[in-house]
């Protein structure tokens, strides 16, 4: 009976594969599982995504998913009150709050990520800028402060203001009001 340990099996499936099993830092090459492993990483419909999804339609907010007309398609678009929200996960944009611990760079390749990371969170800073520039208002939420969905329903409240009649129905409203209490023969609010 032949006896392999786990680690002389990754070792031997490696050779098998044609990949290096120790890799220098400069020989690294990514092999194709882990390739395939990193294509797989959606962008959009994410978990911590679909889960404010979920809570803002269960608190009665409608929304355009993945907004084309704003920079960077927005993941959630809220167009008559004109504000946006950013769900992103805390590795991928790197979070910058110390007490966010899945914000951490992995031990292998970190230059490469460094870089990588960066890049993302200054297309995010830029994105936001640019959107705040054309009147916007945003709200970034991330990863790791989904936990707790009191605390998360309140700070979007407070963002968003009540549910259901949007903010350009309420200015509506005021003028109307304010027409109807004008002296003015053509005032079609007037009785």
Request: charge should be positive; glycine fraction near 4%; aromatic fraction near 6%.
């Amino acid at each position: 009976m032949l006896l392999i340990s786990v680690s002389s099996q990754v070792t031997l499936l490696a050779i098998e594969n044609g990949c290096n099993p120790m890799p220098s830092a400069e020989s690294w090459q990514v092999p194709d599982a882990r390739s395939r492993n990193m294509a797989a990483i959606k962008a959009k419909n994410t978990k911590p995504e679909m889960l404010v999804r979920h809570l803002l339609h269960a608190m009665g907010y409608r929304f355009r998913l993945h907004y084309a007309g704003l920079p960077g398609r927005p993941d959630l678009a809220f167009p008559a009150r004109m504000k946006v929200i950013e769900v992103r996960g805390c590795f991928w944009h790197q979070h910058a709050d110390p007490r966010c611990h899945n914000a951490v760079l992995p031990a292998t390749r970190r230059e490469w990520w460094r870089a990588k990371l960066k890049s993302n969170a200054a297309r995010d800073r830029k994105n936001l800028r640019k959107i705040k520039k054309l009147g916007w208002s945003a709200l970034v939420l991330w990863e790791c402060e989904l936990e707790d969905q009191d605390i998360l329903a309140l700070r979007i409240r407070n963002f968003l203001g009540q549910p259901g009649g949007s903010a350009r129905t309420v200015d509506r409203s005021k003028k109307r009001m304010q027409l109807a209490q004008t002296p003015n023969s053509l005032n079609r609010w007037a009785e």
